[in-house]
């Protein structure tokens, strides 16, 4: 039996898609939220087109006997934010598993839907699940996500470059305050180049970023998706990778019974994702009061992964 607890129903995620499509915008939830879109995303990976999901697994799978070792030994907790469908996860857990580690497995995600193939690749494999639906951009959700006296020693995670998809400053904060002096935290991002661009321009990845749009009833022949980099003045080597829907007509955007009106010109601002220097994604992890006790980086150079715990400020 696959155990899911809520504390994001559909009722708000449907209020929250229409006031997000209201304000020219799509969160980053709703590319996971629609039926069409699990199934794009799910594709998307298993392609091997999207190279930050080749990146990330592939690290995990070379460094997980290592990153087990750094563990505390008897019962571990892992929680995994931003979970997806959790096959990279269940790599670790494997892992921590066959270092003796008595695990319990709780990931974190908005799409029921993923929630649901997390914690049932997860049983399969043997290991307890309780998944959460949660917004992990909600300060109150991540509140209600920590620790209390009965929580064993945690492995928090955060992959897949999804600390990028916030923004990156809060959230590593916000992961430091979810950390007590046990646990430790596991991030990776990816790392920018002249091509990062090109990375993502591609049949596959524009079938997923489609898919939210398609499932309110809009397609190609209604205008443009286009993705650039621009420069965030906060930090040097901070870069996000933003993406928009610039219709080329008037169109009509349909959510169950309620029409929205979009207007040719206008702009339908899209999820984003941050990329870094390798400098800079570190430094972000020690400005927020992290301190990094092991890193490794993907063949090609190009994603970087860090294990951490809470240090002092």
């Known amino acids: 039996m696959i155990q899911i607890a809520s504390l994001l129903t559909e009722q ?13 915008r799509l969160d980053e939830k709703f590319f996971y939220w629609f039926p069409l879109s699990v199934r794009a995303w799910l ?14 697994r592939s690290l995990i799978a070379q460094s997980r006997a290592e990153l087990a070792g750094q563990t505390p030994a008897g019962e571990i907790e892992v929680l995994s ?22 695990v319990r497995y ?19 494999a043997g290991f307890p699940a309780q998944g959460i ?38 959230m590593a904060r916000a992961l430091r305050e979810l950390l007590r002096p046990a646990d430790l935290l596991l ?14 321009d591609n049949l596959l990845n524009r079938r997923f970023a489609w898919a939210p749009l398609h499932s309110v009833g809009i397609d190609e022949a209604d205008g443009e998706l286009r993705f650039e980099v621009r420069d965030d003045p906060r930090l040097p080597g901070l870069y996000p ?11 009509v955007a349909r959510v169950g019974g309620e029409t929205l009106a979009l207007a040719a010109g206008e702009r339908v601002e899209m999820n ?26 993907s063949d090609d150079g190009r994603f970087l992964m860090v294990l951490a715990e809470r240090g002092l400020r």
């Not at 708000?12 to 020219?24: H, I, K, P, Q, T």
């Open 133 to 170: 639906k949660a917004d992990v951009s909600r300060a109150d959700h991540l509140r209600a996500l920590a620790a209390d006296s009965r929580t064993p020693p945690r492995l928090v995670m955060m992959l897949g470059n999804t600390l990028g998809a916030f923004d990156p400053l809060a």
């Open 12 to 24: 708000a995620l449907a209020d929250e898609f229409v006031n997000s499509l209201a304000a020219r």
């Open 43 to 56: 594709a998307l990976c298993s392609d091997g087109a999207y190279r930050n999901f080749v990146r990330s």
């Open 187 to 200: 991030v990776d991002g990816e790392v920018y180049a002249g091509d990062t661009v090109a990375g993502y």
């Open 106 to 124: 709780v990931p974190v995600d908005a799409s029921q839907g993923l929630l649901e193939i997390a914690c049932q690749s997860a049983g399969d």
């Open 81 to 102: 934010l931003g979970a997806g469908q959790g096959d990279k996860d269940v790599l670790l857990l494997e892992a921590l598993r066959g270092h003796g580690r008595s």
């Open 241 to 251: 990778l933003a993406k928009y829907f610039a219709p080329s007509r008037d169109v």
């Open 272 to 297: 984003h994702s941050y990329k870094y220097s390798a400098d800079t994604f570190t430094r972000i992890l020690a400005d927020a009061g992290l301190k990094v006790r092991w890193r490794g980086t």
